[in-house]
Every structure is written in structure tokens, then in C-alpha cells.
């Protein structure tokens, strides 16, 4: 059987996030045979957006696709290469718009790896976020559209609920590889093989600050939970960790053989 694994890594979240990610990841790529690394980058900068340069610095250390999701939009640097790039991904199910007030950049793209072609889907949940188009559809057109094309399909499910997150994968198993679910920060220990064949784990966790609240400033949490006051958020500024999975797909098939979590403490 051949097969190619994907490591994929939960949101970078700022300044120790990056650290861990630039001076971790090549040797951890190398350690667990990664063929291709996908890492959500929506929380790059600050804990808020993406700017090229953090991309370019992602690129570098040996990331192939970046996706994102709700808050790749709060840095406006970042649309130029959104629209350019063809491995920066935004969730495919914004609006469609055309002309001048069209929404940049795409939800999808095709990697060749070893010469097998994947494809990787950024879709956004619903709940408890942006009533956007309906995810499940949206993800289901794509794989149609390039079924003749790909067998390994990739799917990052950026997104709050657990339940939503469960039904899309059900809904696509068999269809795609895998959906891994983004976006909550917290890795889940769910990681399994649905029953036609599409690996999935609720949320692969982060790649950020780990005595923190979610990536950000533990103060700053409690205040806001206790005071009720919308007080702007911080990155905590502690050592990170790189959390995410690693994924192995049969190419022949574009079934998922195994799904593992990942975590590595950073020393930086
Ligand atoms: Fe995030
Ligand atoms: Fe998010």
C-alpha cells in the first residue's frame, strides 16, 4: 500500500506560537515523515490575523498550506496575498460576491505530494459564528469538482460546535480523508476512523501558549469573566506548544489509515 502522511497543526497563535512553529517544526516533520504540513494560521499576528511576513516566516519552516478561519480577516495586509497565494487559504464558504466588494483569496487548493495530488478544503462552522453558506454543501461540491482530479482530500473544519463539527464529517465520510476540526484552541482526544473511512478529530488543538486561556493572557481572561467588561484580549507571552495530528492516507484510495495526536512542548 502507498501512503503519504500529513501533519496538520492547530492555530498558530502569536509571538510564542511562531516560535515554537519556526524552531520546531522542521526537525518534527522530519521525525514523524511528514510529507505535507498544513497549519491554520489565523491567529499569527497577535493572536488576531495573518501578515505576509508571518506567512512567508510559516512558509519557510516548512509549511506547505496555511489555512485560517474567523480571524484571518482583522490584519488587512494579509488580503493581497489571500488573493494571490494559491496555498493561503480563507473558509471557502463566505459569500460569493463579485466585482469590487468581492470577499479575497479561496477555501481550497491542490498540492502535489510525491506526486500524489491533495487537495485541502477551509471550511467555517456556523454556530455560534458567521451565518455563512452552508458548509456541509459547499464541502461536498468541492469534492465533486475535483473527484476525477484527486483522491486525497483534506478537509479543515474551522469551527465552534462539536455537534456541527461531528455531522459535517459523517455527512462527507467517505468522501474526503479527513476533517480535523480547527478553531477552539483545545485538542480533543476523539481521533478516529469513521465508518467510511474518513478520519476525524473534533479539534487538533493549538499551536500557542499552553498556561494560558486559550492562547491568551490569563489575567485578562479572569477579569473579563468576573468584570463581564469586553476587555481586549492579549497573547499570553509563555512557552508554547505545537499541537495538531499526524494523518496517513492510502493514495490509492484516499482512505484514511490511521490518525494520530501530536504535541510537542517547545523549549524556547
Ligand atoms: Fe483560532
Ligand atoms: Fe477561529
Same mark, same amino acid.
Given at each position: ?8 497543526? &492547530?492555530? +498558530?497563535? !502569536?509571538?510564542?506560537? =511562531? ?6 517544526? #522542521?526537525? %518534527?516533520?522530519?521525525? @514523524? ?67 469590487? &466588494?468581492? +470577499?479575497? !483569496?479561496?477555501?481550497? =487548493? ?6 500524489? #495530488?491533495? %487537495?485541502?478544503?477551509? @471550511? ?71 465508518? !467510511? ?72
Amino acid at each position: 500500500m502507498r501512503t503519504l502522511k500529513a501533519l496538520i497543526l &492547530g492555530d +498558530i497563535v !502569536g509571538q510564542p506560537g =511562531c516560535r515554537a512553529l519556526f524552531v520546531g517544526l #522542521p526537525d %518534527l516533520a522530519h521525525r @514523524l515523515a511528514a510529507d505535507l504540513v498544513i497549519a491554520n494560521g489565523e491567529n499569527a499576528a497577535d493572536g488576531f490575523g495573518l501578515t505576509p511576513d508571518i506567512a512567508e516566516r510559516m512558509k519557510a519552516s516548512g509549511v506547505h498550506v496555511i489555512t485560517s478561519g474567523n480571524h484571518v480577516w482583522q490584519k488587512r495586509e494579509i488580503f493581497t496575498l489571500l488573493q494571490t497565494s494559491d496555498t493561503l487559504l480563507r473558509p471557502e464558504n463566505y459569500p460569493v460576491i463579485s466585482g469590487a &466588494g468581492a +470577499i479575497p !483569496g479561496k477555501g481550497h =487548493c491542490i498540492v502535489t505530494v510525491r506526486d500524489t #495530488p491533495v %487537495l485541502v478544503i477551509n @471550511l467555517e462552522g456556523r454556530v455560534n459564528l458567521s451565518p455563512l453558506r452552508d458548509p456541509m454543501q459547499v464541502g461536498r461540491a468541492l469534492v465533486k469538482q475535483f473527484r476525477s482530479k484527486v483522491k486525497a482530500v483534506i478537509v479543515d473544519f474551522h469551527a465552534e460546535s462539536v455537534d456541527e463539527k461531528e455531522a459535517l464529517a459523517l455527512f462527507l465520510d467517505g468522501e474526503v480523508s479527513a476533517v480535523v476540526g480547527t478553531h477552539t484552541h483545545v485538542q480533543t482526544a476523539d481521533e478516529r476512523i469513521m465508518p !467510511g473511512g474518513t478520519a476525524y478529530i473534533t479539534d487538533i488543538g493549538m499551536t500557542g501558549p499552553v498556561d494560558s486561556v486559550i492562547g491568551m493572557s490569563k489575567e485578562t481572561a479572569i477579569s473579563r469573566s468576573l468584570t463581564q467588561m469586553p476587555l481586549k484580549m492579549e497573547v499570553q507571552n509563555s512557552p508554547a506548544e505545537i499541537q495538531g495530528v499526524l494523518l496517513e492516507i492510502d493514495t490509492t484510495t484516499g482512505k484514511a489509515v490511521s490518525i494520530e495526536r501530536v504535541r510537542q512542548l517547545s523549549t524556547v
